[in-house]
């Protein structure tokens, strides 16, 4: 039977995984945008009449730059937090389990 602690090692390692695939997410989906434009596309949205009619950028460069910079910071950011906890968690349950066979 799973105790408390062994459950929330499992949880930890869940959310570290949902936070790499959305730090790959973050990574990959520019990439995909532009491959779809230069293939003669709408970039999903983006220029729904193909790079050619879009006068307009939905953001500037910059802007999209700055925003993905940021949001990749944010997700490496909390991913380190989580191994962190995770570890901690993880040295917690392994010391109150060497307590308790000593006793």
Same mark, same amino acid.
């Given at each position: ?18 936070? &790499?695939? *959305? ?6 989906? /520019? =990439?995909l945008?532009m !491959?779809? +434009?230069?293939q003669?596309g709408?970039?999903?949205?983006l220029c729904?009449?193909? &790079?050619? *009619?879009?006068e307009?950028?939905?953001t500037? /460069? =910059?802007?999209?730059? !700055?925003? +993905? ?18 570890r ?11 307590t308790?066979?000593?006793?």
């Amino acid at each position: 039977m799973y105790r408390p602690v062994d459950m929330s090692v499992w949880l930890l390692r869940i959310s570290i995984l949902v936070l &790499i695939v *959305a730090a790959i997410g973050i990574a990959v989906v /520019p =990439l995909l945008v532009m !491959l779809n +434009l230069l293939q003669g596309g709408s970039g999903f949205g983006l220029c729904p009449g193909g &790079i050619e *009619a879009c006068e307009v950028p939905y953001t500037t /460069p =910059l802007e999209f730059l !700055l925003i +993905l910079t940021l949001s990749m910071f944010v997700v490496v950011l909390m991913i380190r937090l989580v191994v962190r906890l995770s570890r901690r968690v993880q040295s917690d349950t392994y010391a109150i389990k060497e307590t308790t066979r000593r006793t």
